[in-house]
């Protein structure tokens, strides 16, 4: 086969595997409340993603140890099942999931108006049935949909997407290739309306420069998404 230098510099300019643009988020689909006996629920689908969150509550906490006085709790069980990977994934909680549980949690908090259920707990379960890479964000994204879905009330939607570097390019929402491949990778999750931050991480090397790049593209992706669960709300419940 011969190709043209023109064709040359297209095919290396798109560089990425699944012809996405360096901007451009995989597919995606958000459903609100589709669970009967949780108090609200989501399912997401992100390219090869499949997550399902359930959320109960606020109720008031059974464990006394874990109530406070002045506000509710949130916990969030982010769970991997056997089938959602390549290679069988052990039942059970181990470090990774116990690190996303945790940043999950400290995630969407900033979002919630805790103070209006004093001693009461919020439990959110995250189901990854299929995994793609990018879970974490989708996670938190479907988590806050279910939390709206649920009626608690909320100052803001959370919503996450990550953005890296791939072959020295910077791009938006890794695939589980590109992650494994690629130079870094950086979950965020903002407050659309006034884009605080309730997310950082980074796994990888950045330029000062690349940081601000990706934290930007980061953001653009946010944004995009923050539309769809916004869809996905007005679909279930009107305007
Ligand atoms: N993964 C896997 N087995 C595991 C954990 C992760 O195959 O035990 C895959 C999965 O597709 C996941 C990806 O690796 O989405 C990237 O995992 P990472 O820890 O970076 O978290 P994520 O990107 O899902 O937030």
Redesign the pocket.
Known sequence: IIITPDEFKSVSEAAREDGRAPDEIRPLKIEAGILERADGSSYLELG??KILVAVYGPREAQIKKLQRPDRAVIRCRYN?APF????R?RPGP?R?SVE?SKITAEALRPALILEKFPRSVIDVFIE?LE?????????ITAASVALADAGMPMKDMVVAC?AGKVNGKIVLD?S?EE??RGEA?M?VAILPRNKEITLLQS?GNLTQEEFEEALDLAIKGCLKINKVQKEALKRKYGE
Request: hydrophobic share 30%; net charge negative; glycine share 14%.
């Open positions: 090869g993603n991997m959602s990977v390549e290679e994934k181990d990774r996303i990854v995994a793609e890479g990018g879970t974490r964000c989708a996670g990550a890794l589980e992650d494994k990778d979950p796994d």
